[in-house]
């Protein structure tokens, strides 16, 4: 009996040593694999799209929103479906890698939505062609001080707000555009820029709101060439592309090593398709500023 006793003891001893080896190689952890839906982020820009994802639990929100959640520790999620550079502004604002490597999706051009007879004018004044600078400089204008028609009333242009994945992306392609390059630092944002910027930014805009009370309400918005293209309808709507060119690249990154790798992918690339968004040249620079410029301009930091 007492030997029998003694090999029951040993027996324990060892399972014991395997199941305490086994926590060590788990990084002392004796947690198990989590189970159920992958938690994923979306911008509220593209919820239609990201509604075709199954088998995940999908909360929609402003970039902001998630920004501040990742950075603070309290988002709770596995992944992000975002516009770059976002995940690097988190991780900038964070001061810690708290979002991964990005997966690009798909991509779009930046473009200024303009009503067509008001660019002819305002091109005319712009030197030929419009870009950011220009459109800037004339907001708050009389059209009738630029040649456009006294009905025409001020010149009246805006963004979405900076809170937004495309807004922010946006306020960096205007700003390069007063710029006129993609490498300036935030010590380039003087008095002068920082007047021009305000009245860029005075109004916030979407390109539903354009067409929605088109024409009167805005005579040019920033926006998304896959916006323009399948919202403008029979509009006579100017699609301008200012210089520095820049696109908005979509992205699914995951958030503190979350799991994000059922999530499929190539659905939520044909959802975006679907409604002008492109699955080529995803690898291709953005064309924006970096992702430190684009922090400060988003007032979370």
């Given at each position: 009996?007492k ?24 990084g002392g ?8 839906p992958v ?6 820009e593209?919820?239609?799209?990201c ?21 603070t520790?309290?988002a ?12 690097a502004?988190?991780?900038?604002l964070?001061?810690?890698?708290q979002?991964?490597?990005?997966t ?9 939505a303009?009503v ?6 305002l091109?005319?004044?712009?030197g ?14 009389q059209?009738?001080?630029?040649g ?5 009333g ?8 900076a ?6 992306v946006?306020?960096?392609?205007a ?17 002068d ?9 005075a109004?916030?805009?979407?390109f ?25 309808g029979?509009r006579?709507v100017?699609t301008?592309t200012p210089?520095?060119a ?6 699914l ?15 939520l ?5 679907s ?14 500023p970096?992702?430190g410029?684009?922090?400060a ?5």
């Amino acid at each position: 009996m007492k030997r029998f006793l003694a090999i029951a003891g040993a027996v324990a001893m060892v399972c014991l040593a395997i199941v305490i080896r086994a926590g060590i190689d788990r990084g002392g952890s004796n947690t198990t694999t989590p189970s159920g839906p992958v938690k994923i982020a979306c911008i509220t820009e593209l919820e239609a799209q990201c509604r075709a994802l199954s088998s995940v639990s999908l909360r929609v929100e402003d970039a902001a929103v998630t920004a501040k959640a990742i950075a603070t520790g309290t988002a709770d999620i596995d992944g992000w479906i975002t516009i770059e550079p976002w995940p690097a502004i988190v991780n900038q604002l964070a001061q810690t890698k708290q979002v991964g490597a990005s997966t690009p999706i798909a991509r779009t051009e930046l473009v200024i939505a303009m009503v067509k007879e008001r660019a002819d004018v305002l091109a005319a004044k712009c030197g030929g062609s419009i870009g950011w600078r220009c459109l800037g400089d004339a907001i708050g204008k009389q059209w009738t001080e630029l040649g456009g028609m006294p009905e025409w009333g001020a010149v009246k242009a805006g963004l979405p707000p900076a809170s937004t994945a495309s807004g922010l992306v946006l306020l960096g392609n205007a700003a390069s555009g007063y710029f006129g390059r993609t490498d300036f630092a935030t010590n380039d944002f003087d008095g002068d820029f920082g007047i021009w910027r305000s009245k860029v930014t005075a109004t916030a805009a979407s390109f539903d709101d354009f067409i929605l009370k088109f024409p009167a309400a805005f005579s040019a918005v920033g926006a998304t060439r896959a916006v323009v293209t399948t919202s403008s309808g029979t509009r006579a709507v100017a699609t301008i592309t200012p210089a520095p060119a820049a696109s908005a690249v979509i992205v699914l990154a995951p958030v503190n090593g979350g799991r994000i790798g059922s999530v499929a992918k190539d659905v939520l690339a044909r959802a975006l398709n679907s409604v002008g968004w492109s699955t080529d040249n995803l690898s291709a620079p953005s064309g924006l500023p970096n992702a430190g410029v684009l922090l400060a301009l988003s007032g979370l930091k």
